[in-house]
């Protein structure tokens, strides 16, 4: 039974879509609060998410947002009383794979959600991350550069999937503090620079092109070499 997760703060909204879904067999948790909301969606335990787009404490593009950045790739179903073209634009490129403004019925939603769940069935699943000579093993949670294993700690495997996935990007320090430790950037921790530093000596050994970049004013970045 598909377990489903909707954060939605109107409790009308709330209840239509809870009995809407269990009628179709799915098991609904129902959360009012966008920041609850978060460490729900972020725990592992859902195999999708309705997300309102207006939360109290924390709205839904932060929140898929953070998703993503965190590789919290389940689907996500966001819903808004925003009817904008640049509103539905702005959900999808924050994350979400498919937006429904209200009203709405509620067998459309049960419909649409269905539809996504069958997607990600038929999705092929990434087994490993490539740049350059560094590799990433997501199954075994391993990485090798030249051939040579590097032993990695968990932050710092969770650190270089994310930089990999978005290799060739810039990542901003706040990208980075959202995606690796889930909660809002703190300027003042130097967290960031103590695994970053850790991770680059151990990725960037003596004799190999730099692969991770300090990009000034910018954050980092993760890039093979030109």
Do not use: C
């Not at 151990?202 to 990009?215: E, N, V, W």
């Amino acid at each position: 039974m598909p377990k489903i997760l909707a954060i939605e703060d109107d409790a009308t909204t709330g209840r239509e879509i809870v009995a809407e879904l269990e009628q179709h067999g799915f098991e609904v948790e129902w959360v009012a609060d966008g920041s609850d909301g978060l460490a729900r969606a972020v725990s592992g335990d859902f195999d999708a998410v309705i997300l309102d787009r207006m939360l109290p404490r924390m709205d839904g593009l932060a929140i898929v947002t953070v998703m993503r950045g965190a590789e919290v790739d389940i689907p996500v179903l966001m819903i808004s009383a925003l009817s904008d073209v640049d509103e539905r634009i702005r959900g999808l490129r924050a994350g979400g794979d498919d937006y429904m403004t209200k009203p709405f019925a509620s067998e459309e939603l049960a419909a649409r959600l269905e539809v996504l769940l069958r997607r990600r069935e038929a999705a092929p699943r990434q087994m490993s991350l490539a740049v350059a000579d560094l590799d990433l093993d997501l199954i075994t949670r391993t990485a090798h550069r030249g051939g040579q294993e590097i032993r990695l700690m968990p932050t710092e495997y969770k650190l270089l999937e994310f930089m990999m996935r978005n290799s060739g990007q810039i990542l901003t320090r706040t990208m980075i503090f959202e995606a690796i430790w889930g909660y809002h950037f703190d300027p003042g921790t130097n967290l960031i620079d103590v695994h970053l530093g850790r991770l680059r000596r151990k990725i960037d050994r003596p004799g190999l092109a730099p692969l991770i970049h300090t990009i000034r004013g910018s954050g980092y970045a993760l890039n093979a070499p030109a």
